[in-house]
């Protein structure tokens, strides 16, 4: 005889039984330095690995706390635009039930997703691998597009919280870009924050489950006109809006046009180190 569900909490209290979901995708420098610590030979190296192992956690959380003030801070100020992006994983085309399809040759969508955090709404920036890779350039791309779509003359300040993907967002490409469109679409200054490793829990996760939840409801999907109506009805209260980059992409920005100054090109700095990048046209380029 099955038991309710209150029943069923209520005992599992009474013997103190905890329900979690298992631990999945954890950090991996966190994973490390547990292991060097149980490990270490003396208590001299066990000191250093905990310190190590603090550091990355207050660096964590300082990034967590940065992203909870901005996103205040845009409630409350016109001028001020603050957004995180991320890149969902690749979509196939045709998208089949039947095992089959999983060892075939198919055609990749990618979506870029951005979230908006004086309203949370999100954008999303959808294109086919046959129409350009998942670069530096095409991430500048999707976001010139997405800038476009926003009120940039009541803006002047941006504030761009991501991952460390260093191919996608943390390279002399992104940064020429921020310089670019400051100077162009007369902003003041462009805070670019990166999330600590492993702990670059973002509001676009919440996009991409949203995403996914639908897709599993859909059936099979042939066409990318149908990912489109997908992303749109995912969600409900505010949809998603689609910007196809199919049209823009073949407009890539280049270096040049990008407007790297001499300055950016010869600056000897470490970007795998970097924490964050904030370019002011009253300030030097500074991170």
Not at 107 to 112: C, D, G, H, T
Not at 177 to 188: G, P, Q, T, V, Y
Request: proline share 3%; charged share 25%.
């Amino acid at each position: 005889m099955p038991l309710h569900k209150k029943k069923f909490l209520r005992v599992f209290k009474q013997y103190i039984v905890p329900i979690y979901l298992p631990k999945a995708d954890t950090c991996q420098t966190c994973d490390t330095l547990n292991l060097k610590i149980k490990a270490a030979e003396n208590q001299n190296h066990r000191l250093l690995l905990e310190g190590q192992r603090t550091a990355h956690h207050v660096r964590a959380e300082e990034a967590r706390s940065a992203l909870t003030l901005a996103t205040n801070y845009s409630k409350t100020r016109e001028d001020v635009l603050v957004f995180t992006f991320d890149l969902q994983k690749t979509q196939p085309l045709p998208h089949l039930t039947t095992s089959v399809a999983f060892y075939t040759r198919q055609l990749w969508l990618y979506n870029l997703v951005i979230n908006t955090r004086h309203d949370k709404k999100g954008h999303t920036c959808t294109w086919l691998e046959s129409e350009g890779k998942r670069g530096a350039n095409e991430i500048c791309s999707c976001m010139l597009e997405f800038l476009k779509t926003q009120n940039l003359s009541a803006i002047e300040h941006v504030k761009t919280f991501i991952d460390c993907c260093g191919g996608q967002n943390r390279n002399r490409t992104m940064i020429s870009f921020m310089m670019w469109a400051c100077r162009n679409f007369d902003l003041k200054s462009w805070e670019h924050r990166f999330m600590e490793p492993g702990h670059s829990y973002l509001p676009n996760d919440s996009d991409f489950g949203k995403i996914e939840k639908r897709k599993k409801k859909y059936g099979p999907i042939y066409s990318k006109d149908t990912y489109t109506a997908l992303i749109k009805e995912s969600q409900h209260k505010a949809q998603f809006n689609v910007l196809d980059m199919s049209v823009a992409l073949p407009q890539l920005l280049s270096a040049q046009e990008a407007g790297i100054t001499q300055e950016a090109r010869h600056r000897n700095v470490l970007l795998s180190k970097l924490l964050y990048v904030v370019y002011s046209v009253l300030l030097p380029l500074h991170g």
